[in-house]
């Protein structure tokens, strides 16, 4: 069902008011060295994280902020209940009853830009109390505030159970890689026994150029950095599709060896890594039109030898725990470790034949298209809400009723325009139960 605002809106203009009217501060006084693993009270700190404690200080609805962090954010949260808070935390009650707690925690969190811009310090920035006693919000009416926040929390109802599809959907596909990649579980009509190859029996190692990041630009040739290849979520990298996002380095290609010039299928990884997660790192290049691509500093690239490896395969075919183990067993390295090019050929990975390989590919890939489906909604969600938020947090959408307009006329008259005249409307809308798939006309 779509819901105009004028549902949650006062018709007159909101009050505003400075915090230190309608709000009762107080501090924590506990250090974070005396949290408890298993104490059956949160307890609040000054990063996002919530630790837990054998006592409490507090027990009560309240709205909890931190008055520091290295970061620069002061982190926010809303609780209900017995609860210890450490120092440097504020705890924030309402002082009246015309304000609600949770349209509370929602303001401050609309206030959070302007607390990191007025913030004291360097290494650590700070918010002080009277900065917090200052700030203004408005302030409307009680069943207006409450169904603000009922709206804001039906949407992030909606963010948390997609996070936890999504959690899900990974995990299958983890299982699912292992199971697949290993042939412990075989596709229907696949038989046979695989073959084990060397990394050294199926690519040619060699290393790239060496460029720092402050060389790079947005002007010259392709270049893939290792820390980008850190930083990507994805396995693979595609000239085409990725090509604006792909620093660039102005240099003359007769500089660069044959052998750093990436190729459609080759495969990059990363000769270092900070954390053991990091030394199988990779991408496969994708790269149709063979537009000049640089491999970078720090980076091992493999080309083929042979074609016993189909291309959609090489995708997955990285990924198994056995092959991150063999990465980990030859890294070496304390605070950074890495596998040179001369261990790399010595990793093994099973082989199926090239039509399996392909199946397992196309499995897997559906995998990913439903978990990229996910996240788009995801963030298209994460995105409504916040437009949402900012209209009614700010009292944007206070006037939608004209003269004499009852509520069932403004939704009428807006049902009708999203329908037939998407472009010319305005959307100041708000879905109170948001059904699963909606997605709002073109409006080009």
């Excluded at 693993?37 to 630790?51: K, N, T």
């Excluded at 982190?75 to 504020?90: D, E, I, M, P, S």
């Excluded at 303001?107 to 290494?123: D, V, Y």
């Excluded at 009416?141 to 039906?154: M, P």
Aim: overall charge neutral; proline content about 3%.
């Amino acid at each position: 069902m779509i819901q105009s605002t004028s549902r949650i809106h006062d018709s007159a203009a909101w009050p505003r008011t400075q915090l230190k009217d309608v709000v009762v501060f107080r501090s924590g006084h506990r250090d974070t060295n005396s949290a408890t693993a298993d104490g059956e009270f949160p307890f609040f700190v000054c990063s996002s994280e919530v630790l837990r404690s054998s006592d409490f200080d507090f027990d009560e609805e309240a709205v909890i902020m931190a008055g520091n962090n290295a970061d620069g954010v002061f982190h926010l949260h809303h609780f209900k209940g017995k609860f210890a808070a450490r120092q440097r935390t504020y705890v924030m009650t309402p002082s009246t009853k015309q304000l609600d707690c949770q349209y509370l925690f929602l303001q401050l969190g609309r206030l959070q830009k302007t607390f990191q811009a007025a913030a004291i310090g360097t290494t650590t920035q700070y918010v002080t109390i009277e900065m917090l006693r200052r700030a203004e919000i408005p302030v409307p009416k009680l069943e207006t505030q409450r169904a603000i926040a009922y709206a804001v929390s039906d949407m992030d109802g909606l963010v948390e159970a997609l996070d936890r599809l999504i959690v899900k959907k990974l995990d299958l596909k983890q299982a699912t890689m292992q199971q697949l990649l290993t042939g412990k579980t075989r596709l229907t009509g696949f038989s046979g026994d695989w073959k084990v190859k060397t990394l050294g029996d199926l690519f040619m190692f060699s290393g790239g150029y060496s460029a720092s990041r402050d060389q790079l630009s947005t002007e010259g040739h392709c270049y893939l950095h290792y820390g980008d290849i850190h930083g990507s979520s994805k396995t693979s990298i595609d000239t085409q599709s990725d090509y604006l996002d792909i620093p660039k380095l102005d240099i003359p290609l007769k500089r660069i060896s044959s052998s750093s010039m990436l190729q459609h299928g080759d495969v990059v990884f990363v000769d270092a890594s900070e954390d053991d997660a990091g030394t199988s790192k990779h991408l496969v290049v994708m790269n149709r039109d063979n537009i000049p691509f640089i491999s970078g500093l720090h980076t091992i690239v493999a080309k083929s030898k042979t074609e016993e490896l189909a291309h959609e395969y090489r995708h997955y075919c990285f990924q198994s725990a056995a092959i991150r183990q063999q990465f980990l067993f030859y890294s070496v390295g304390t605070k950074v470790s890495g596998i040179s090019k001369t261990n790399i050929p010595k990793l093994t990975i099973p082989v199926p034949p090239i039509r399996e390989q392909t199946a397992i590919a196309r499995v897997l890939s559906d995998l990913d298209a439903e978990l990229a489906a996910l996240r788009q909604r995801r963030d298209k969600t994460r995105a409504l809400k916040q437009a949402m938020m900012q209209e009614l947090l700010t009292d944007n959408t206070k006037h939608v009723l004209t003269a004499g307009q009852t509520t069932k006329d403004y939704e009428d008259k807006t049902k009708r325009l999203f329908i037939d005249e998407p472009a010319n409307l305005k959307l100041l809308i708000v879905v109170s139960k948001l059904l699963t798939g909606f997605d709002a006309p073109s409006c080009s």
